[in-house]
């Protein structure tokens, strides 16, 4: 099937998925791993911590056995600026003269500074008759450059060359949602280290996202901070009782749960302003994923503020594990982490 392997390199872990076509034409798992993203290399600009990171790429490879050197890579859906828009069914030029009217009006860096690109989600349908028409709906991703420089010197000194880059958000989406969830909207929310990823998935369409600079470490600083640990003890507490009620005498929870509040406030927005432009359209139920997915409580906690049903997203639903790597699979601590890398590597030619 492919020649590339799908990479995700997060603020604190580094993911990668290679797949291969199965006999009976699905996408089969080839390889897969994880490392640690070197610390804060991802969040300078500094050519070494960009070989760090290379480096990292590069091992990671190795011990996950990677064949292909060709590779998609997302870039972190809080660096570039994704937006659907929506127009009167447009073709050609005018198509064109439109979007670029539109990326100039949303995008607040000058146009020499962004790659701009974009994928049709919705072609719309004109008038007809008694027929009301459909608007073209368009997804929009705007990357700066400098973003992409640096991904490029990165994946270059790893010695691997791209052939795409996607949204983070366009990856989870093509491994969380399978045909038979089109008919429902979901929404599927990625808590990571860094960023809480938000998007609204209609009839398996895009058709809203939102990220947000709250996330699983400010979870831990915060309990590191209000409590006085120190800041790896804070990430142990963290991962232990998260928001467990019963827990250390509910003081975890009592520093974790304001900072998670910021998080399900902008879950609350977004479903809120999807209901207000599509009534008849629901959200019917969350899909987390990301590492923070495993945050104990979790799952409860947003059920009830939300009142929707919640579930940790699969990222092997339309991925075929041969037998030679169910177990290694099955006992993976966070499955969900991949759903990233799956999900570009999922990406058709
Ligand atoms: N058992 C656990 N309970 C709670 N949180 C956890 C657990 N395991 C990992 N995490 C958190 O998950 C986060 C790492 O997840 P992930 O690998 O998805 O992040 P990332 O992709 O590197 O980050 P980002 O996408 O934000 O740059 C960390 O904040 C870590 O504390
Ligand atoms: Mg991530």
New binding site residues.
């Given amino acids: 099937m492919q020649q590339f392997f799908g990479l995700?390199?997060?603020?604190?872990?580094?993911?990668v998925v290679e797949l291969n076509r199965a006999r009976d034409g699905r996408p089969e798992l080839v390889a897969f791993g994880?490392t640690e993203?070197p610390s804060g290399a991802?969040q300078s600009d500094s050519e070494m911590d960009q070989q760090k990171v290379a480096k990292a790429i590069k091992e990671l490879m190795k011990e996950s056995k990677i064949k292909s050197q060709k590779v998609i890579t997302a870039f972190?859906?809080?660096r570039v600026f994704t937006r659907v828009i929506e127009f009167p069914p447009l073709r050609g030029e005018e198509l064109y003269r439109a979007l670029e009217w539109e990326s100039d009006r949303f995008i607040p860096l000058p146009k020499d500074k962004v790659k701009v690109s974009w994928m049709v989600l919705d072609e719309g349908q004109l008038p007809e008759g008694e027929e009301a028409g459909r608007k073209m709906e368009i997804l929009l991703v705007a990357a700066p450059l400098d973003l992409v420089n640096r991904y490029l010197g990165i994946l270059e000194m790893a010695g691997v060359e791209p052939v795409a880059f996607e949204s983070?958000i366009i990856g989870m989406v093509r491994s969380l949602i399978t045909g038979s969830d089109e008919s429902a909207v979901a929404l599927i929310i990625?808590?990571?280290?860094?960023?809480?990823?938000l998007c609204i998935v209609d009839r398996g369409t895009i058709r809203f996202t939102r990220s947000i600079g709250t996330?699983?470490?400010d979870?831990?600083k915060a309990v590191s901070r209000d409590l006085g640990f120190e800041v790896a003890q804070a990430?142990e507490y963290?991962?232990?009782y998260?928001l467990m009620e019963d827990k250390l005498g509910g003081k975890i929870l009592a520093v974790v749960k304001p900072v998670f509040d910021v998080i399900v406030n902008e879950i609350e927005k977004a479903i809120i302003s999807y209901q207000t432009k599509v009534p008849m359209r629901p959200v019917k139920r969350v899909v987390l994923?990301?590492?923070?997915?495993?945050?104990?409580g979790?799952v409860v906690y947003l059920a009830e503020s939300l009142g929707i049903e919640v579930q940790i997203g699969d990222p092997w639903v339309n991925i075929v594990i041969p037998p030679r790597f169910e177990e290694e699979v099955r006992r993976l601590?966070?499955q969900?982490?991949f759903a990233?890398a799956g999900g570009l590597a999922l990406k058709q030619d």
């Fill in positions: 995700d390199i997060g603020s604190r872990n580094i993911k994880s993203t991802m972190p859906e809080s983070e990625s808590l990571g280290a860094s960023a809480t990823d996330s699983g470490d979870l831990a990430e963290k991962r232990a998260g994923t990301g590492g923070t997915a495993r945050l104990p979790v601590e966070n969900t982490q990233v």
